[in-house]
C-alpha cells in the first residue's frame, strides 16, 4: 500500500463517533479509513478505496464489528460490471434486536447486475466517498447550479446490504455542491482539495493535512 499524503480526521454530528481516513489523490483515489459510531449500535468500520485516474471507483473493501458479530463485503468493477462478495460471522441482527432495533437484514447484493450504471461507490456515514463525483465530474469547475444526476453503488452501515441509489449532485461554486438522493438534500462544502468540510447533520472535518 502505498504511502499517504493526506490526513482527514471527521467528527460525526448525527451520533457519538469519527472517522479518520488517510488518502492519495495524486492519481485518482487511493484510501484507506477507519470510522467508529454508536448508532445504531456501537461499531467499527474498516475501508480501503481505489479509483482509476479518472476518479471512478475500482475497488471497495469494507469490514465492519461490532459485540458479537463481524460482517466484511467486497466490490470490484471490471468491463462494466461489479462482482460483491459477502461474508459474516456472528449475528449483527441478534445486537440490534436486543438494542431494540429492526433486522438489517444480509450483507451483499443478490443481483450485482443491478449495479451495472454506477462508477462511485456512496459508504454510508462517510464524508469521504462523497468526494469520489466530485472529483470525478470536476464539480468545482462546472457553472453554478449545474447538476448531475447518478446513479451510485450504496453500501448501508452497519448491514453492508449493497443497493443501487439514486443521486444528484448540483454545483454550487468552487467549494460547495448540493447533494440530494429522495427526499433528503444538503449543501456541503468542500475544502480546496475537494474533500467534504462540512456535511450539515453528518459529519465536521477536523484536520487535514
Known amino acids: 500500500m502505498p504511502t499517504m499524503s493526506k490526513s482527514l480526521l471527521w467528527t460525526r454530528i448525527d ?19 477507519t470510522q467508529v459510531a454508536a448508532d445504531p449500535i456501537p461499531y467499527t468500520c474498516r475501508y480501503q478505496l481505489l479509483t482509476d485516474p479518472q476518479w471512478a471507483s475500482v475497488r471497495v473493501e469494507v469490514e ?3 459485540a458479537g458479530w463481524r460482517r466484511s463485503v467486497r466490490l470490484e468493477r471490471a468491463a462494466d460490471r461489479w462482482r460483491v462478495t459477502a461474508a459474516e460471522q ?3 441482527d441478534a445486537a440490534l ?3 431494540g432495533h429492526a433486522p438489517a ?14 462508477l462511485d461507490v456512496d459508504l454510508g456515514g462517510s464524508p ?8 470525478r465530474l470536476r464539480l468545482a469547475d462546472q457553472a453554478a447550479d449545474t447538476s448531475y444526476p447518478l446513479t451510485v453503488v450504496w453500501v448501508l452501515v452497519p448491514s453492508l446490504t449493497v443497493l443501487p441509489a439514486e443521486q444528484v449532485y448540483t454545483g454550487l461554486g468552487p467549494t460547495r455542491f448540493r447533494y440530494a438522493s429522495g427526499g ?8 480546496a482539495d475537494g474533500f467534504v468540510r462540512h456535511y450539515p447533520g453528518l459529519a465536521q472535518l477536523s484536520t487535514t493535512r
Not at 105 to 118: F, T, W
Not at 184 to 191: T, V, Y
Open 64 to 66: 465492519v464489528e461490532g
Open 128 to 135: 469521504l466517498f462523497n468526494t469520489l463525483p466530485v472529483r
Open 15 to 33: 451520533t457519538a463517533g469519527a472517522e479518520h481516513a488517510l488518502a492519495d489523490d495524486s492519481h485518482g483515489l487511493a484510501a484507506h479509513g
Open 184 to 191: 433528503f438534500s444538503a449543501d456541503i462544502e468542500m475544502d
Open 97 to 99: 434486536a436486543a438494542a
Open 105 to 118: 437484514g444480509l450483507p451483499g447484493v443478490e443481483d450485482p447486475d443491478r449495479l451495472a450504471d454506477a
Open 90 to 92: 456472528g449475528d449483527l
